[in-house]
């Protein structure tokens, strides 16, 4: 049996939302309890299947778990268990999501070995990871990679500092190598380091349990490796992912939204990229206001030419708001090229829009222009299947502004990153029902 959303869309939505704790960041964060075997108390954790995988994965490799509330848990990794690392279940587990992945640094830094299956994660185009183990090979790791049955292997007895020029600003990259090097012995520089809110918690937290790290927030980390780690607390932040898609939910619907603590200095060019669309929102306090809004219309560029949204690696804009901003875009009034630069995969969602009767252009797996519909003719309902984690909120959204029926299915992609999605679109006066089918 599978589940699936009823949305019965075109009603003007109203009311408060609070974002989630960021997943990006919970993966992180997550991942870094296996530095210390003193006790981790976490706060904020989304209630999402990617984060629930990644904490039962810990629980069976031996982590202490409690549930202290909703989202709060402490972790004490003092006693764990590498055959369950090396079995047939952890290789199932660990592809089933992307952040595992970043459980290899801190295995390698802490225990000297780390072993991992290929991840898994959303399928938007190629995923590599030659930037996790180049930096690993780089402090002293030796790396093999069994291609039978797509299983890395890592092994160190002692990981050494030294500069590091990562090949690509990744994320889960960064975070993976700065886990690794915060334990090992002497000075560690990584450059071109991705520099994500996510990575500036995470590097937070390290320096909390007694890491070194400078350069927190820039794309020069310097890390001083020390001999151990002790426990913290730490409490994630909104998921600015999230408040993105609130943004775009409360535009597309004609609504009038607050969003409630969004954390705004964090938001870096967000909210800037959805005014560029003409959306109306205002800072009040840490809450973002939108009114409700008729029309909404696209700026050109100062010499007049088409606007483009495209993302780059942060503070430029995250790749992960791009499907919002182009679901958001067909109701505009005016054009936009969605350039989508990271993923070669992630458009090809626009189908379904297209169905729906959007006006957009895929000119190439990167490239979309989208034709705005000024809200003079409504999306049309339809059947859909969610691709992916934020096509699916996007598809989600075109289908609560649409007028009649849709059904969206694979809603286990949408599950994955976003806490009882239907429950608070409800309390916001959306009709959505999670059916089985
Ligand atoms: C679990 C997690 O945190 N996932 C996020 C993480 O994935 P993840 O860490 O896997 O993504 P990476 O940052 O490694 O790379 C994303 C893509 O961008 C390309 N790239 C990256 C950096 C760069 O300077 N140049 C470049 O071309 C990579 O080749 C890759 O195709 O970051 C992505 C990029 O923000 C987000 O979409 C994912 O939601
Ligand atoms: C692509 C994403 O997730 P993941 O890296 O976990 O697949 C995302 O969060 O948008």
């Not at 509330?69 to 003092?78: E, P, S």
């Not at 959303?122 to 069994?146: M, P, S, V, W």
């Not at 320096?207 to 020390?226: F, H």
């Amino acid at each position: 049996m599978s589940e699936a959303f009823q949305i019965r869309g075109g009603k003007q939505l109203h009311g408060e939302i609070k974002p989630q704790g960021a997943k990006n960041e919970a993966l992180q964060i997550l991942c870094a309890v296996l530095l210390t075997g003193e006790e981790v108390r976490i706060k904020n954790i989304p209630d999402i299947h990617d984060v629930n995988r990644l904490i039962e994965i810990l629980g069976d490799f031996g982590v202490k778990i409690t549930e202290n509330a909703h989202g709060d848990y402490t972790f004490k990794a003092d006693n764990v268990n590498f055959d369950y690392i090396k079995s047939k279940e952890f290789k199932k587990d660990g592809a089933r999501l992307r952040g595992s992945i970043m459980l290899l640094g801190p295995m390698l830094a802490r225990f000297g070995e780390a072993y991992m299956p290929t991840p898994g994660g959303d399928k938007i185009g190629r995923r590599r990871l030659d930037t996790h183990f180049q930096g690993f090979i780089e402090l002293g790791a030796e790396f093999h990679y069994d291609e039978e049955e797509y299983f890395y292997s890592l092994k160190a007895n002692e990981l050494t500092g030294k500069f590091i020029l990562l090949e690509e600003a990744s994320v889960t990259g960064t975070a993976n190598v700065v886990m690794a090097a915060v334990l090992a012995k002497g000075k560690t520089r990584i450059y071109n380091a991705a520099c994500e809110p996510y990575l500036q918690q995470l590097c937070k937290m390290l320096n909390r349990m007694g890491a070194n790290i400078s350069g927190i927030g820039s794309n020069l980390l310097t890390i001083e490796g020390v001999s151990h780690l002790h426990g913290t607390e730490h409490t994630m932040l909104p998921d600015m992912v999230e408040i993105g898609s609130w943004i775009g939910l409360a535009a597309m619907t004609k609504s009038e939204m607050t969003i409630k603590n969004v954390n705004w200095n964090q938001l870096g060019v967000i909210p800037n990229t959805f005014r560029k669309l003409g959306i109306q929102l205002e800072q009040s306090g840490d809450d973002i206001y939108i009114p409700a809004q008729e029309h909404y219309k696209i700026q050109k560029f100062i010499d007049g030419s088409i606007l483009t949204v495209s993302d780059a690696p942060w503070p430029g804009f995250t790749p992960d708001l791009l499907s919002i901003v182009l679901v958001v875009a067909t109701q505009a009034k005016g054009t936009v090229l969605i350039h989508q630069k990271m993923f070669e995969s992630r458009l090809f969602f626009v189908d379904k829009l297209i169905d729906m009767g959007a006006q957009i252009i895929l000119c190439d797996p990167h490239r979309a222009t989208v034709v705005g519909l000024n809200h003079e003719y409504p999306l049309r309902g339809t059947n859909m299947t969610s691709p992916d984690i934020r096509a699916g909120n996007a598809l989600l959204i075109a289908a609560l502004s649409a007028e009649g029926k849709s059904i969206i299915h694979n809603i286990e992609q949408i599950d994955r990153g976003y806490e009882n999605i239907d429950g608070r679109l409800k309390a916001l006066g959306a009709d959505i029902e999670r059916i089985q089918l």
